[in-house]
């Protein structure tokens, strides 16, 4: 069974524009979660998504959002990007529940300069 | 709420050392425990778990034991290799009470040969 894969790998960016990442989960999954992992605040839980909404939320601004497809798959959107989002952004998808094991993607690498 | 606890890192060890990587947790009810190691470059990926007390997970020559008394799931592995080189992130998520998942910082392990 395929994994989780994310796209872009790699991305770079300038302040005030806008990015898109995109998530395709492992067949049958249908909880998406995204993180963001950075140096100094580690692994930070954004969202996650299920049956085409957003079941939870981290404590991130607006500029950050998402959205799931009929078929689980999930892109996030970050607005205004600003130097502080320069991040590894790793989605995990799990079965059903956010609690259930999470299986990772290998992420994108998104640089703002 | 839920958190975990890692021991601070870089832990340096030579090849076939015995390894210990410290987690405990806090939880209000009764969390699955999870291991996952992140290579370089790479995302997260699970190593083992244990979802009751007691429950002993492995994986690759890896254990760590489910202690509800002690609060701990302590990872460790007999004989360190230079491939085990990586960050290893302790988590736990609480299916009753939960809506996340909630990670440590991370320890990041070097194996010297």
């Known amino acids: 069974k395929a994994g989780v894969t994310q796209t872009p790998r790699y991305l770079i960016k300038t302040r005030g524009q806008q990015v898109t990442l995109s998530c395709s989960p492992i067949?049958?999954?249908?909880?998406v979660s995204w993180y963001q992992q950075t140096p100094g605040q580690g692994l930070q839980f954004l969202f996650e998504y299920f049956s085409e909404t957003q079941r939870n939320k981290g404590n991130f601004p607006g500029r950050f959002s998402g959205r799931q497809f009929s078929n689980s798959r999930s892109e996030m959107n970050v607005s205004t990007l600003e130097l502080g989002d320069s991040a590894l952004y790793l989605c995990?998808?799990?079965?059903?529940?956010?609690?259930?094991?999470?299986?990772f993607g290998p992420g994108t690498r998104l640089t703002v300069l | 709420g839920d958190s975990v606890t890692q021991m601070e890192g870089p832990v340096t060890l030579s090849e076939e050392a015995f390894l210990t990587i410290n987690c405990t947790y806090t939880a209000t009810g009764y969390p699955s425990l999870f291991w996952y190691v992140q290579y370089p470059g790479e995302g997260l990926q699970l190593l083992l778990k244990?979802?009751?007390?007691?429950d002993k997970g492995s994986n690759k020559g890896f254990e760590a034991t489910y202690r509800k008394e002690t609060t701990s799931f302590h990872l460790e592995k007999g004989s360190v290799q230079v491939s085990d080189s990586a960050v290893y992130f302790c988590?736990?998520?609480?299916?009753?009470?939960?809506?996340?998942?909630?990670f440590g910082t991370g320890t990041s392990l070097t194996v010297i040969p």
């Open positions: 244990a979802t009751k007390a007691d």
């Open positions: 995990a998808s799990s079965l059903d529940r956010v609690t259930d094991t999470q299986y």
């Open positions: 988590a736990l998520s609480d299916a009753n009470t939960g809506n996340q998942f909630y």
């Open positions: 067949s049958g999954h249908r909880s």
